[in-house]
């Protein structure tokens, strides 16, 4: 993957005048909020230089508000320049919210195996990141009240254990992060699926009119959390029938996985709009390996 410091602005498609979406490259997008209170970083991208874009656009609204950064979870794509808000030399000291679990993950040993790897990798990119965990931590829901708007922070774990999602009920707006996004969230561990398909029922319950998202354009709308739903629906169907066929998926190498189970992406997900954009990567290997997981939570489960 092609790592970038650029950080672009995006024109505003129709979303409320107080988001403000930063893309960094095709990677990831990641939003500033300003409300009459604070100025709120959702998210702080890559690395310190990314970040610092993220702080230097900030910097026009602060004269009379409060900088707050929000993690949505602790991934390398949305986390690692927390370290410009927090610690001794931090040059835009700001409390960092986010799930109390997020601060474990910063501890792990997988965070800091990954770390190492992207820094030998990239390390024009990633050689000054220094691991920086949140400083304020909530387990069940956090109301940020910034006046005009109020940000409704609650749980939405699967594809991290860590993840949140935003809420803002006055403008009818949910920030969905990872835990919804195109093609699908990407769930880690077959047990990991109920808690991420319950995460996307959750925000589908709100009935939010606009939704954002960290890896789908900013004008896909609310359809794709319902999408999204409608994809591990279809792989669990595909995998309950194959399983009654008494197919042994331990036989099948992935690369077979698919048409064996007579599953393969275009069946299970739409196919015209920005679905026909999606990386065949996704289409294949990621499918394949989603696919996967879904067989070994029914094996397990049953």
């Known amino acids: 993957m092609p790592y970038t410091n650029q950080v672009t602005w995006l024109t505003n498609q129709g979303w409320d005048p107080r988001i403000h979406i930063a893309a960094n490259g095709d990677l990831v997008n990641v939003f500033v909020l300003v409300t009459e209170r604070y100025v709120i970083l959702i998210d702080t991208l890559i690395n310190p230089t990314t970040a610092s874009a993220l702080a230097d656009f900030a910097q026009s609204f602060l004269s009379s508000r409060q900088l707050l950064v929000v993690n949505t979870h602790s991934d390398w794509d949305h986390a690692w ?164 066929r008494g197919l042994d998926p331990s036989q099948i190498p992935d690369q077979e996985l698919a048409t064996a189970l007579d599953c393969d992406f275009a069946s299970a997900a739409p196919t015209t709009g920005a679905w026909a954009e999606v990386s065949l990567e996704s289409r294949t290997a990621g499918h394949a390996e989603q696919l996967r997981l879904m067989l070994t939570w029914l094996t397990q489960s049953e």
């Open 81 to 244: 320049g927390n370290q410009l808000f927090a610690g001794p030399n931090a040059p835009h000291p700001a409390p960092i919210i986010a799930h109390t679990e997020c601060a474990a993950q910063f501890d792990s040993s997988e965070t800091f195996a990954t770390l190492k790897q992207m820094q030998q990798e990239a390390p024009d990119i990633f050689g000054d990141v220094r691991l920086t965990k949140p400083t304020l931590t909530f387990s069940q829901h956090l109301i940020i009240n910034g006046g005009d708007l109020n940000l409704h922070l609650f749980p939405t774990p699967g594809h991290t254990p860590d993840h949140i999602a935003i809420y803002i009920p006055e403008i009818s707006t949910l920030l969905a992060g990872d835990a919804a996004e195109l093609p699908y969230p990407f769930a880690r561990a077959a047990t990991t699926l109920p808690t991420l398909r319950a995460s996307l029922a959750s925000m589908a319950a709100l009935n939010a009119a606009a939704v954002l998202y960290c890896h789908a354009p900013p004008t896909i709308g609310p359809h794709l959390i319902h999408d999204n739903i409608a994809y591990f629906d279809a792989l669990e169907a595909a995998c309950r029938a194959a399983l009654a």
